[in-house]
């Protein structure tokens, strides 16, 4: 993903490091700097998942959720996502705005994204939807360079106090217009959905004299929900359950990744269980998995809150502390409450999106 970032990494650490963390740095990079922020409760920032998601709630919800990866390891990442998108049912259109941030490595990598989403609902029969939608981003990526530490500032006893000979007019902060698109077909328990990511393949060098496209991103969702309530319908007071198979697969350049898992709701808690790798595929004659992951949250009418934490199967280890990521979801109403009921009724509300 961030190819040119690769050569920099190369180039430089941190002025606090030494060469054990140097090590870890550069084998921290790959796997940072060739995948998109990802998250685990992926369901809880749809919009970011896939953007044909924008507005598939009744009406408004704001989205806030936060990853803090590897915390244990000086220089960790974390990635912040803030959202906020309305249900244009009248038009079958959803709308809303996304800022996000990622940050990695005790050099100050850090990138900012602020984009605007729209998506439109087509109804294929009275059971079946279908939902594109496209966002439109402004990322802005930079780098402390000057907290950075060059080769020719190397010795074999660590760090020497030197100034570097490396030409810093060759480096410069990027920005960048980003272009990304999804759809998703789905019933009242159903949905598969496809995103592609970065279709201008924006150059995100740092260097003046460089060019790097990034690489699209190709993303794959699906799941079932199963209801546990009463077969026939015909006890309408008791509480929701259901749970909810998914699986979710990702490719970008070289690397890809697979989850898959399920979520169990028994209103009002909901707990879900994960496993992300491919078992299958050996990567330097190990097995290729990454993470075990344990989630829980609280849904109401009105909010949901979720908590997560990926247990490290690679061969990093959970010396380096996993990921911890939280999520808050809050649904609002601006509209009088005899005319949502109205457009509830009508023919436009068909085919609501399950969700999980």
Request: proline share 6%; aromatic share 12%.
């Amino acid at each position: 993903m961030k190819i040119g970032f690769l050569k920099l990494t190369g180039m430089f650490i941190s002025k606090a490091s030494n060469s054990l963390v140097l090590g870890l740095f550069l084998l921290l990079s790959a796997p940072i700097l060739a995948q998109d922020p990802f998250f685990s409760q992926s369901y809880s920032s749809g919009p970011w998942l896939n953007p044909a998601l924008t507005g598939e709630t009744p009406e408004n919800r704001v989205m806030l959720q936060y990853r803090n990866q590897w915390p244990a390891i000086p220089g960790g990442i974390t990635y912040t996502v803030f959202g906020l998108d309305r249900n244009l049912i009248q038009i079958n259109s959803g709308i809303g705005i996304q800022i996000s941030r990622a940050t990695a490595g005790v050099g100050g990598l850090n990138s900012t994204t602020m984009a605007l989403n729209y998506s439109y609902r087509l109804s294929l029969s009275r059971k079946w939807a279908l939902r594109s939608g496209l966002r439109v981003g402004l990322t802005s990526r930079s780098v402390n360079f000057f907290s950075l530490t060059f080769p020719d500032q190397l010795g074999p006893d660590g760090v020497l106090q030197q100034l570097s000979n490396e030409d810093y007019g060759k480096l410069s902060n990027v920005q960048f217009l980003d272009v990304n698109w999804g759809t998703v077909v789905y019933n009242s328990n159903a949905w598969a959905g496809l995103a592609i990511n970065h279709l201008n393949r924006p150059d995100q060098s740092f260097f003046l004299d460089g060019s790097e496209p990034l690489p699209m991103a190709i993303l794959l969702h699906a799941g079932y929900r199963i209801d546990l309530n009463d077969p026939k319908g015909l006890k309408k007071d008791l509480p929701a359950k259901s749970i909810a198979p998914q699986v979710v697969f990702r490719s970008q350049g070289p690397f890809s990744q697979f989850d898959i898992g399920a979520i169990l709701r028994l209103e009002p808690m909901w707990f879900g269980t994960f496993y992300r790798g491919k078992p299958w595929n050996s990567r330097y004659g190990m097995m290729n998995q990454d993470a075990f992951v344990m989630m829980a949250g609280l849904q109401e009418e009105k909010y949901t809150v979720g908590y997560s934490f990926d247990y490290t199967l690679s061969a990093l280890g959970i010396a380096a502390g996993g990921a911890h990521e939280i999520s808050l979801l809050w649904h609002f109403s601006t509209t009088k409450a005899g005319k949502v009921k109205k457009m509830k009724r009508g023919r436009l509300n068909r085919n609501p999106y399950p969700g999980v």
